[in-house]
């Protein structure tokens, strides 16, 4: 049994999966959160753990873990993974990009095909023969829409919404169907590039708000399970078997 810790910039999630499927998750607020102690409780056949962050509290939470009697990974760059990695600077890369894509490889069975990751940040991943080659990054829903109200003096701050609309009616609307509208030509556009290259490739889903563009965008696959957990699980499992 394995314990998957990803932490965000917005928020820590947690897994326990047993023989590859997920029997619990859990959701907090920050690193900080983590009821390491409840959660073995819970589950005292945990034995290992992996800890993936963009945010902060990795090494705190690791060494939580270890005094918890569980064997943890700490995912960086020089982690070994099952798939290769043409990206240039891997130690920026940030590690949910490539959870996910070793989550399509692994747990999709998808060795070419292109990830679009909706979250805070909108990942479009590219991964061919098993090989991670690269993407793009831009800014999620919520943070385009947060970005509006910021920073300006009376727009209202708006949620994501699957409401498919031509135009707004009101300031409201026009803000929610703007950036939605936006991402959803952002994304088609990639996914019409992409596949000219690769007519029999899959596009992937998977990230909070990619159930926002469900009913918005075509010829996408909705990942059956959360690419960076199943990802991370993939990692540690193929960490394991290697020593």
């Given amino acids: ?13 947690v897994a326990v999966v047993d023989g590859g499927e997920v029997v619990r998750n859990y959701l907090f607020g920050s690193a900080a959160e983590l009821d390491v102690e409840a959660i073995v409780a819970a589950f005292p056949a945990i034995r290992r753990a992996i800890v993936a962050a963009t945010g902060e509290g990795e090494a705190e939470t690791a060494e939580r873990l270890e005094r918890a009697g569980i064997s943890t990974l700490r995912l960086d760059y020089k982690t070994p993974l099952p798939i290769g990695n043409e990206y240039l600077t891997p130690q920026t890369l940030g590690v949910d990009r490539i959870a996910a894509a070793v989550g399509a490889v692994v747990s999709e069975r ?5 990830i679009v990751d909706f979250g805070t940040a909108i990942t479009i991943d590219v991964v061919e023969d098993g090989i991670f080659k690269g993407g793009n990054i831009s800014p999620g829903a919520t ?5 509006l109200h910021d920073y300006t003096s009376r727009l209202p701050m708006c949620e994501p ?12 609307e026009a803000i929610e169907q703007g950036v939605m509208q936006g991402i959803t030509h952002e994304i088609e556009g990639y996914i019409d590039s ?14 909070g708000e990619a159930k926002y563009f469900a009913n918005r965008i075509k010829n996408a696959i909705f990942a059956k ?10 990692i540690l499992e193929y960490n394991a078997s290697e020593k």
């Fill in 1 to 13: 049994m394995n314990l998957i810790v990803d932490i965000g910039n917005t928020r820590t999630k």
């Fill in 110 to 114: 998808c060795s070419s095909c292109m």
């Fill in 143 to 147: 943070t385009r829409m947060r970005a």
């Fill in 161 to 172: 919404t699957d409401e498919c609309l031509s135009y707004g009616r009101t300031t409201r």
């Fill in 194 to 207: 992409f596949l000219v290259k690769n007519e029999e490739k899959s596009i992937i889903f998977t990230g």
């Fill in 225 to 234: 399970c959360d690419l960076v957990v199943c990802g991370l699980n993939s």
